[in-house]
């Protein structure tokens, strides 16, 4: 190992078998995990093994610099009296190390010292009863072993960060995916919302006109938004922060409708006609939209949006008005609509009103997002311009690169009449649930009924359980098992014995079959499914239903969630989502007569399983 290529490792002890570790907000900062495994663990330190960036000092030289992923703090050995460590938490400066290869393993050594590291028991030293390494002279050296990290694993991270449904590659390793042979986008110039998604608990959008072009350009120009890469870093932050305690920092993006270009004074159009043709306010009715728009969506000419988020209500409002201040002079101040989104409180901070978990089955980008399982895999150029599987790549003009498209909608939800009818209506969970269970010994309870029924509209229980893994009722442990990513995207809609798709488990009206399609390989092309994928990232406002709602059965204060999606394309993406499956009864077509898969308010025919005509 005299010749040890830059990248990501794990180093681990072949003593103690097991890796090295940062650890969070302590000193020393490295530390082994499993040399007291009797010992109760501190979730803070969640034990997932560090990953330490290797990096050769020069081309020509034999010494290397070693630092924490997590953190970009150094590994820096420390020669205090009586004490001499290793430190990386906090630390700027990296020693200059040497990495010797004894035959299968290394010991590695600060260059200048030539003190061997050694494992000393120091628990005595640390709080949470952990070994600290130690270079000491009079020990003798253990060995190690400097894993490459050259496959992505996401249970490789700490449970809040793993538990994201879109997790960066980078989190895990900096070598490029295998397979992946085409370009992906700049990371410092994809906005950040739109890859990664911002972590938050807080969002406003600011909806505003430019008034004064001059003024608004000069501003624009020092006007720094949030980038892909910085969420990345932001993720790291967390990795080595309690996961109990929440972010201040702040988030910002901008948006321009195809007016607010125009008045920027850019004519191209970019090779999208549903953004090209101006406002969506057009193409309403074919959206099924029925109902009265917000004013400032229904006018169709706003300019732009500011999209602010945080980990934090005041943080998020706190950069509201500094952004609202900033380009105070420049547009419409006292007419800025701004709309705020929420966090649900505790226990339901990821669902939204109706109570399902939301944000679930996100598409994972190839090269970019270490893949869930389950996790449905795009090309970059699905969410993002200029990249392969961009349906307009040969129309977008140059500045268009690295852009995409984002689609705002703000759905209103009445809570207590949906919950009312859930109730009523799953009394009669015998018409609409799997034969099996109208035959069993074991019927639903009218509480079940409403959670099947509910289910088998959604496509998952409120909990984000798949209900064609769970086509009867949830069982005990599957809400904690839902909240893993690993488990509630690891599914398929096909029936044992069945070799067609099947509704018997899984409707084909619930919504996340409608938008989300699988196993459909026969009836439609991988390329033509997957240009439809949408990646969202919305968020709940609105106030907790009262209790004066809750009685009454009927809704009284406005509440809903706040749809936000990227897409490189209107046409393949949202359009196609809501125009051609959710809303096209006959969709998926998967035999020569066509069959409806619309949802119904009969209580005979919930999901509307009757044969329609053809289009």
Known sequence: MGDLPNGLYKIKSLKFDDFAENWPDHDPGIGIGNYFPERKRDVVLDLIPSQWRITRTSPSSNTYTIESAEDKSKMTFINRPGRPALFAKGSNTSTKWKIVNYGGYVKFYPDGNHLQLSAVDMFQYCEYNYLCLLPDSNSQSQKWKFQRVDKVNVLDLRPDIRNRPIVPRALLSDLKAPGINFDLPDLNEVQGDVVFTFPKTAEDFIFFDIIDLPKFRSVLSNFTPTTSNDVIELLFQKMTKNPRKSDPTAQVQIAFSKAGLRMLGVRDRIGDKYFDDGPMRKHKESLGDGLQWDEVFDRGGVHGCFVVSAEGRNACRNKSKLIRNLF????????????????????????????????????????????????????????????????????????????????????????????????????????????????????????????????????????????????????????????????????????????????????????????????????????????????????????????????????????????????????????????????????????????????????????GTKRCRRY
């Open 328 to 607: 105070r002079q420049s547009t419409n101040y006292d007419k800025h609509v701004v709309i705020e989104g929420r966090e649900r409180p505790y226990p339901h901070q990821t669902k939204e009103h109706f109570g399902y978990r939301d944000g679930i089955s996100e598409p994972a980008i190839r090269g970019l997002v270490a893949k869930h399982k389950g996790q449905i895999e795009v090309d970059p150029g699905v969410i993002v311009m200029g990249y392969k599987s961009d349906p307009a790549l040969a129309r977008r003009p140059k500045w268009a690169k690295n852009g995409s498209i984002m689609v705002f909608r703000k759905l209103e939800q009445d809570v207590p009449e949906f919950n009312n009818w859930l109730t009523e209506t799953g009394k009669s969970w015998r018409s609409f649930a799997p034969k099996e269970l109208v035959d069993s010994e074991r019927p639903l309870s009218n509480k079940e009924g409403a959670a099947l029924l509910g289910a088998r509209m959604f496509g998952r229980y409120k909990s984000g359980t798949p209900v064609v893994l769970r086509p009867f009722r949830e069982l005990p442990g599957d809400q904690k098992k839902a909240e893993d990513f690993e488990w509630n995207n690891d599914f398929d809609y096909m029936v044992p014995g069945e070799s067609a798709p099947s509704a018997r488990y899984c409707p084909f009206s619930a919504h996340t079959r409608k938008v989300t399609p699988r196993n459909l390989g026969k009836y439609y092309t991988k390329n033509y499914l997957e240009s439809a994928m949408i990646l969202r990232a919305g968020i709940a406002y609105g106030p907790e239903v009262t209790q004066g709602e809750r009685e009454a059965k009927k809704s009284k204060l406005k509440r809903g969630l706040l749809f936000v999606c990227y897409q490189s394309s209107l046409e393949h993406g949202f359009i196609r989502q809501t125009r051609d499956f959710a809303n096209m009864e006959c969709f998926p077509k998967i035999a020569a007569q066509d069959t409806k898969h619309g949802q119904s308010l009969s209580e005979s025919d919930p999901f």
